[in-house]
């Protein structure tokens, strides 16, 4: 379950119990300032970032095509220069 046997389990319960300098848990709560979560809201809304976003989507689509293709012909053309020297 653990990796290990229980009483090794269990001593390393007691050892991290005796540790004082460890980290506790302590549930916090999410504290949000409400004008910035409004401000982000609005910028995610706004149609000029969105299309911003958009703009730039597309270009690294296309310049990821281009070197895709680029690629591609590289290799036909290792491939053929291939074949057509056995042939």
């Known amino acids: 379950m653990y990796g290990g046997s229980s009483s090794s389990v269990i001593k390393n319960n007691r050892d ?3 540790n004082n300098k460890r980290e506790k848990f302590v549930y ?3 504290i949000q300032n409400k004008v910035e979560k409004e401000k982000f809201d609005y910028l995610i809304l706004n149609t000029e970032y969105c299309q911003n976003i958009s703009k730039k989507l597309k270009k690294e689509n296309r310049i990821r095509r281009i070197k ?3 690629f ?3 290799i036909m ?3 053929i220069s291939i ?5």
């Open 83 to 87: 074949l057509y020297y056995y042939a």
């Open 16 to 18: 991290l119990l005796k």
């Open 68 to 70: 895709q293709v680029v």
């Open 72 to 74: 591609l012909t590289l």
């Open 77 to 79: 053309i290792l491939l």
């Open 28 to 30: 916090k709560k999410n």
